[in-house]
């Protein structure tokens, strides 16, 4: 439910906010004051594409901003919505209302913000899809589109939807095997010579044994090899120096001066035992370079015993270095990556199979996974047959009490190929009465009627709908009289468990309200500004005197708003 909303610079409205309640809320206001910007900012909470041009004249930015309570939805729209808001790192606030928020540039930039958190607009459709429903004259447009005749069928027989789901997993599954035969069919050539490209180079590579990380390796071991000489002489002086000349093999070129081991072990012995404080400590610390100068000579023999004497070690290794390049010039920069390619190429292998043993056991998986997903598409099928004439039944008792006495609403399921959806093509017909032909919705409803079936359509499907916020945008366009007092009834006894918000221009209508916010625009030299107003019964009176003709300075227009608010009071009370 929809508790509060705050307009800025959105069109002709200034800065307008409202507190919402339960039940129904009818918007009233003269042409272009400004109910059609509540609308539009309502849609922009709802993830709907931002317009710059919707910006008020003179204001760097629109926003608009909204907070919903969730605790009258089922557990599982709550969850979902929960989970929704987490994932954007959001969460309720101390209330545990969901702030939504949408801010509009005037240079078209939009940001969108979901309990706390900035999401994409897509994040707040999908947080939408849950609390808020908006019905236009766009969206009574859309109704005869038959996706959604179809969307609208599913939604009145909700236990359908494991059906469907158990269908399209299956359907899936079907078509990815019958692409997966399609292309081993026709590409049979074009997969055989893949096969043998692949087992070239698995073969090629193979041959080399390359290891991952080799090649670095290699690098440092051929500088090495070409470095020989210098480093053995290198490493030898040291070791002499430590050591002496006995320790690197030799006496030749060396100094004649005592090693350096000799040196420092004298320097210990001389400061070591003495009673000042001071030497004893440089006894101990001449003792850890001893240690470490051990450590030392000991790495730089390691390092003298593993320098290759064998001449030809160099060849060999510009050789395998050779051998790694040429695999690194086909297959990927390093050898790590070769040894990845062959691998992922080797699985790519496995999975090509174009002996016909292959392709007839693949045909048998086709055969077995179309005839599941077939048996699945007449369970749905027959489930939306039995709802089809539930659905029928239902909206065309309601339509006959929308000022359509003799009309009849037919849902037709008929076969078709299987798709996403399932093997049935859903079409909504009209009848102006029970002896004439049925005919789709399109040809048989004028802009009036097709408002009257959708309302219908609502009220019906929603029937179990708890918590909810519906949004009607002049539902009731091209309808009065009797009819309007209808739709006024039907969208009040909507509204006895959901949210209803309704724009309209019929006084019939706005009756039925339980709450009744009015537009009212001001037009100066300059600018037009208009804000929202929450009405009183006096207010409520004046209002509806207005809208009936614009008798809002009269008795008799007073009057008579009165008696349409006390008749449209009596009647709510008699059906509670």
Do not use: C
Request: hydrophobic share 40%; no cysteine; proline share 3%.
């Amino acid at each position: 439910m929809l508790a509060d909303i705050t307009i800025e610079d959105l069109g002709v409205i200034h800065h307008a906010s409202a507190e919402l309640s339960s039940g129904l809320t009818v918007l009233t206001g003269e042409t272009g004051a400004g109910k059609t910007m509540v609308v539009t900012g309502l849609r922009l909470l709802a993830g709907s594409r931002a317009d710059a041009s919707r910006v008020r004249t003179g204001a760097k930015k629109a926003v608009v901003e909204g907070s919903f309570l969730a605790d009258e939805l089922s557990t599982v729209a709550q969850d979902a919505i929960a989970e929704i808001v987490e994932a954007g790192g959001g969460s309720a606030d101390e209330n545990g209302e969901y702030i939504v928020a949408r801010t509009v540039s005037a240079q078209g930039r939009s940001k969108a913000h979901l309990g706390g958190r900035s999401v994409p607009a897509a994040k707040l459709a999908e947080f939408s899809s849950y609390v808020l429903a908006i019905h236009g004259q766009n969206d009574q447009l859309r109704l005869l589109a038959p996706d959604e005749q179809r969307a609208a069928l599913d939604r009145f027989a909700p236990e359908n939807a494991a059906l469907l789901r158990d269908y399209q997993l299956l359907y899936r599954e079907w078509k990815k095997l019958q692409r997966d035969l399609k292309i081993r069919t026709e590409s049979r050539r074009e997969l055989a010579q893949e096969v043998d490209r692949l087992q070239f180079a698995i073969d090629e590579i193979d041959e080399v044994s390359p290891e991952a990380g080799e090649d670095e390796e290699l690098i440092t071991r051929i500088r090495r090899l070409q470095d020989v000489d210098s480093l053995r002489e290198q490493a030898m002086a040291a070791l002499s120096a430590i050591d002496g000349p006995e320790a690197a093999g030799g006496d030749g070129g060396f100094s004649e001066t005592d090693p350096a081991s000799t040196l420092l072990g004298q320097a210990e012995s001389a400061v070591r035992g003495s009673d000042d404080p001071q030497l004893a400590a440089l006894a101990d610390k001449l003792g850890d370079i001893t240690t470490q100068l051990g450590e030392i000579s000991a790495e730089l023999g390691g390092f003298l015993g593993e320098l290759p004497a064998d001449p030809d070690q160099l060849e060999a290794a510009l050789q395998r270095q050779h051998a790694l390049k040429s695999l690194t010039r086909k297959y990927a920069p390093t050898i790590s990556e070769v040894v990845t390619w062959r691998n992922e190429a080797e699985q790519r292998l496995a999975s090509i199979d174009t002996s016909a043993q292959a392709l007839d056991e693949l045909q048998k998986k086709v055969r077995a996974a179309e005839k599941s997903m077939l048996a699945a598409a007449k369970k749905l099928s027959t489930a939306r047959r039995k709802a089809a004439g539930e659905l029928q039944e239902a909206v065309t008792a309601e339509i006959r009490g929308l000022a359509m006495p003799k009309a009849r609403l037919e849902v037709a399921v008929r076969d078709i190929a299987p798709g996403e959806y399932g093997a049935d093509e859903i079409e909504l017909l009209l009848a102006p009465n029970d002896a004439a032909q049925a005919q789709p919705l399109s040809t048989a409803a004028s802009g009036g009627e097709l408002s009257r079936v959708m309302l219908a359509l609502e009220v019906i499907i929603s029937a179990e709908t708890t918590g909810a916020t519906m949004v009607f945008d002049e539902v009731d366009a091209g309808v009065g009289g009797r009819a309007a007092v209808e739709i006024g009834r039907r969208l009040a006894r909507l509204a006895v468990h959901n949210q209803v918000i309704v724009v309209t221009h019929l006084p019939q209508v706005a009756a039925y309200a339980d709450t009744h916010l009015h537009v009212a625009k001001e037009v100066t030299d300059d600018s037009v500004t208009s804000g929202v107003v929450t009405l009183d019964h006096e207010q409520r009176v004046e209002e509806l005197a207005r809208m009936l003709a614009g008798l809002d300075d009269t008795e008799t227009g007073r009057a008579h708003a009165a008696e349409l608010l006390e008749k449209a009071s009596k009647d709510k009370r008699k059906k509670a």
